[in-house]
């Protein structure tokens, strides 16, 4: 090997030095194991101590030694200052990599729910919330949906028990709500006009599952009553909130409909153009109307001194279209796959 005395001198020095810097328990090891480990630098100055010439042996050895020693002694001290590498305490290792813990995030539908409110919540619409079991009342008379209409049919709602009696004796039905309108009917029962709320929540129907139809899914209700609100004021909101949601180009046209509780009554389209994955020229995206003078008359307005306007929509529907979301049964499926996507 041939090391000389003088390089016993410079190994001191370095070995020194790199544990005084060694600052982390890595750079220590790292230092230990290039001085004094098996196959480290000192370890070979012993093992050259039979190569020295006789006359020289002795007091080469004698350095050779001294170099392991100071050494030892300056990684003790470094590894009191660093800490070991090794585990401080059964079951505990400080230098083990941390556990990963993956931040959660908010469900494509709330976040569908929350933008679409934001947007409202700029116009002066309030936000409010109403029960998800209802009464005939709220779901339907009020909504001018009157006994016998087909919309109040056992097949195509989830009656439940039957609550009550009621002041008349008779027993009151409660079903889970099949539209957010009753949250209408439930606002104007509470504060007189002007209103202007949104409000979104969960609806049921009995529907048979497939790619576009569920039994839970999402609306989102608005409503606006005042003096002189006028069809005008609908559209310019609704044209308003579509341009927000779908983009600064996104086209819709009205198209005459009927709903019980609004007179006169229209569906919103888009245009799919700026939907590649679609075939359609047009999209439903909700239905609005004035709002019916029954409905007025129901909570106490007199239809005489003010106007309102409404609307509904569905958040899975306006969802899939935005995102090109094929089947609505992976808004409940779990899988991560999907909702990380959003
Ligand atoms: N409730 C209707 C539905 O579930 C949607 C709707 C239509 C709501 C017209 C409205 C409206 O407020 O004015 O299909």
Redesign the pocket.
């Given at each position: 090997m041939g090391y000389q005395l003088s390089d016993i001198t410079t190994l001191l020095a370095e070995g020194l030095k790199a544990f005084a810097d060694a600052s982390t328990p890595d750079r220590l090891e790292e230092a230990r194991r290039k001085y004094l480990g098996g196959k480290g630098l000192a370890k070979a100055v012993l093992g050259g101590v039979k190569d020295v010439p006789k006359e020289q042996r002795g007091e080469f050895g004698k350095a050779a030694n001294l170099l392991n020693k100071q050494l030892e002694e300056a990684c003790a001290a470094a590894k009191a200052r660093v800490g070991d590498a090794k585990p401080v305490a059964a079951g505990l290792d400080l230098t083990k990599p941390g556990t990963k813990h993956e931040l959660g995030h908010q469900h494509i539908i709330s976040q569908t729910i929350r933008e679409i409110v934001d947007i409202f919540s700029r116009i002066g619409f309030a936000e409010v919330e109403g029960p998800e079991v209802e009464d005939e009342a709220h779901n339907f008379e009020k909504?001018n949906i009157p006994q016998g209409h087909p919309a109040r049919n056992e097949q195509d709602n989830f009656y439940l028990r039957v609550a009550g009696p009621d002041w008349e004796g008779k027993p009151v039905p409660l079903l889970l709500r099949?539209?957010?309108?009753t949250i209408?009917v439930r606002t104007m029962e509470r504060q007189q006009p002007p209103v202007r709320v949104i409000a979104p929540g969960r609806?049921y129907r009995p529907d048979t599952v497939d790619a576009t139809h569920h039994y839970m899914f999402h609306?989102i209700?608005?409503?606006a009553v005042d003096k002189g609100i006028t069809f005008g004021d609908l559209k310019s909101v609704l044209e308003l909130f579509v341009r927000e949601y779908f983009g600064a180009n996104a086209k819709m046209r009205l198209r005459p409909?009927y709903?019980p509780?609004?007179e006169i009554?229209a569906?919103v389209d888009i245009s799919a153009e700026m939907f590649s994955h679609l075939k359609k020229p047009w999209l439903e995206i909700?239905?609005?109307?004035m709002?019916h003078p029954n409905v007025l008359r129901a909570v106490g307005y007199d239809p005489e001194q003010v106007t309102g306007?409404?609307?509904?929509?569905?958040v899975e529907r306006i969802a899939m279209l935005k995102h090109g979301i094929p089947d609505i049964r992976h808004f409940t499926a779990n899988d991560m796959r999907f909702l990380r996507q959003f």
């Open positions: 909504l099949s539209q957010t309108s209408q609806v609306q209700e608005g409503l409909h709903f509780f609004t009554s569906e909700l239905g609005c109307g709002v306007f409404a609307f509904g929509m569905g």
